[in-house]
């Protein structure tokens, strides 16, 4: 009998029809693309959180969320009820992928001993559902934000009592990640940072979190969880500034404390926006260090300072994503992109949970659609080739191969004239570039 009651979404390709329905007009899961079948370049994965457990609340209003399980009251009822619902949505909607927190799963209990039966009596269920659906987890992760107990942090608590219980936590969902083969573990520091410099040790905090990860990883190995680990930088929202502001300071963070041999990163396109940059900048700077790991998939509102978690849908953003992911060779070894996303306060019916889905799903496909045919036309390479072209030899090639130092630079430099100097550069033609691209979405799109 079904939960949902939608059919499997199927791939119909773009249609003169233009209106959107529970159909996929650019992803085609076993279609190859640049060496690859789809399914294995965007590896998509629902994000259980806001999929089954978000109500739809904003800081205003109540949860507006209508969903196939809210007729069961007592929580393990529901809890139990929501695996039978998201199997079968996995299904429909044709993902290979889940990733969940484990506070997402069960109910708290008195205990932490409690809490983990809970805990363990429905990852029971979502293993037996696995065996016959060969879903697999792209990443799991520890809640330890929402409870209360965590408004000062977790790893970073000025409370000991607090450090323990979330490394007790962490202990468990580690072994929770081993059962169900996540081939990812996240750790998500959602107020791992301060609220006011007045009251802050800030370098204790930040040495404690570093023991906190290094710890986590002792005990993946201890137990044989192979699962690659993952930092997600966020910059802001709810604590005045968290120490995982963005890539770059993630990545510092990590080489500063001995963590960039076993973390890589996890990147979300709405917390890039929140820490003043795009979603493509982020992507080249882990690219870049080679500490791609894995990605959120989700947008924001840029004139809000609040992590909405939109559904992505803008093309020219997964355009430039994915040309990034191209020039990786893929989302990192074991990455994938994970839906962190959820539907507006006005779309409460449980279909839109597919309509978001849809076109979040899509968007990455045509987004990856064109950003291979750049690729293969080689529009950009060609472009910073030519931009770059002047390293290549004479005084160029020295700088880049280090043969010169200043005393060489000045000689050579000193006497030319500032004509000269000018007639050195050249226009970058930037909005021809955009207007490239532009042409590239339209054409590959329409086709």
Not at 317 to 336: D, Q, S
């Amino acid at each position: 009998m079904s939960i949902w009651h939608v059919d499997k979404v199927p791939y119909v390709g773009h249609k003169k029809n233009l209106k959107s329905g529970l159909a996929f007009q650019y992803y085609n899961p076993d279609e190859v693309i640049a060496g690859k079948k789809m399914r294995d370049w965007l590896r998509f994965s629902v994000a259980y959180w806001h999929t089954f457990d978000q109500r739809l609340v904003d800081p205003f209003g109540d949860g507006t969320a209508m969903r196939p399980y809210d007729k069961y009251t007592d929580p393990m009822d529901n809890a139990l009820a929501k695996v039978d619902a998201a199997f079968e949505f996995y299904d429909k909607l044709g993902v290979d992928f889940l990733a969940f927190h484990d506070r997402d799963l069960a109910p708290e209990g008195d205990t932490l001993r409690e809490t983990n039966r809970n805990l363990d009596k429905v990852v029971d269920k979502i293993v037996d559902y696995q065996k016959t659906s060969g879903m697999k987890v792209l990443w799991n992760t520890a809640n330890l934000f929402t409870n209360p107990r965590f408004l000062a942090g977790a790893g970073t608590s000025p409370y000991a009592d607090i450090f323990a219980y979330s490394a007790a936590q962490l202990k468990h969902s580690l072994e929770i990640g081993k059962r169900v083969g996540a081939e990812n573990y996240v750790f998500w520091g959602g107020r791992e940072g301060y609220e006011s410099l007045w009251n802050t040790d800030m370098k204790k905090e930040q040495e404690h979190i570093a023991k906190f990860f290094h710890m986590a990883k002792d005990y993946a190995n201890e137990i044989g969880f192979d699962a690659q680990m993952l930092l997600e930088p966020k910059p802001k929202e709810p604590m005045t500034h968290q120490y995982d502001f963005d890539a770059a300071t993630t990545i510092a963070f990590m080489k500063e404390y001995d963590l960039d041999k076993d973390f890589k990163l996890n990147l979300e396109g709405n917390h890039a926006n929140l820490a003043g940059h795009t979603y493509q900048h982020e992507i080249r700077v882990a690219r870049d260090a080679g500490l791609l790991g894995s990605l959120d998939a989700n947008q924001g509102d840029k004139m809000l300072g609040w992590d909405i978690d939109e559904y992505p849908s803008n093309l020219y953003e997964t355009v430039a994503a994915m040309y990034e992911v191209l020039e990786n060779g893929g989302i990192g070894p074991r990455g994938g992109l994970n839906f962190d996303a959820k539907p507006r306060r006005t779309s409460f019916e449980a279909n839109d949970l597919f309509y978001g889905h849809i076109v979040g799903m899509d968007s990455f496909a045509a987004g990856l659609r064109v950003a291979a045919k750049m690729k293969a036309d080689k529009v950009l390479e060609d472009i910073v080739a030519k931009r770059y072209s002047s390293y290549n030899s004479g005084i160029g090639a020295e700088i880049e191969n280090g043969t010169t130092d200043f005393k060489q630079l000045e000689q050579y430099i000193i006497d030319k004239p500032q004509a000269e100097l000018r007639a050195a550069t050249a226009s970058d033609h930037l909005e021809q570039i955009k207007d490239t691209i532009n042409h590239y979405i339209i054409d590959t799109l329409s086709k």
